[in-house]
């Protein structure tokens, strides 16, 4: 199994910047594709970015697209997301996802984190 721990989280200023970091642990991470989801309040969870094992294949939704950045260290077993130009619009639970191949939709992720709060508010 695979087991996900997100970090980073934290408050923002509409406009501000913020880097969440997902350490990952476990036999079968190894060649697992990861991915960002995130939920705010009263709506349902919706996929950010997702990546592959080597990072060249890099999926984003139209709204974070420009603005947020995912990224992978295998060495550390760590995946990333750099988000830049942060609006309220953002504020949600994030969450990090293990995947046997690369996909968007939430059902293809099979193992999750706990997920980390990210607040953008003045």
């Known amino acids: 199994q695979v087991q996900l721990v997100e970090s980073g989280g934290g408050l923002v200023q509409p406009g501000g910047s913020l880097r969440l970091s997902c350490a990952a642990s476990g036999r079968t991470f190894s060649g697992s594709a990861m991915g960002w989801f995130r939920q705010a309040p009263g709506k349902e969870r919706e996929f950010v970015a997702t990546i592959s094992w080597t990072g060249i294949n890099r999926n984003y939704a139209d709204s974070v697209k420009g603005r947020f950045s995912i990224s992978r260290d295998n060495t550390k077993n760590t995946i990333y997301l750099q988000m830049n130009s942060l609006k309220p619009e953002d504020t949600a639970v994030y969450y990090c996802?293990?995947?046997?191949?690369?996909?968007?939709?939430?059902?293809?992720?099979?193992?999750w984190g706990q997920g980390t709060q990210v607040t953008v508010s003045s």
């Open positions: 996802a293990a995947a046997r191949i690369v996909t968007t939709t939430s059902n293809g992720y099979e193992y």
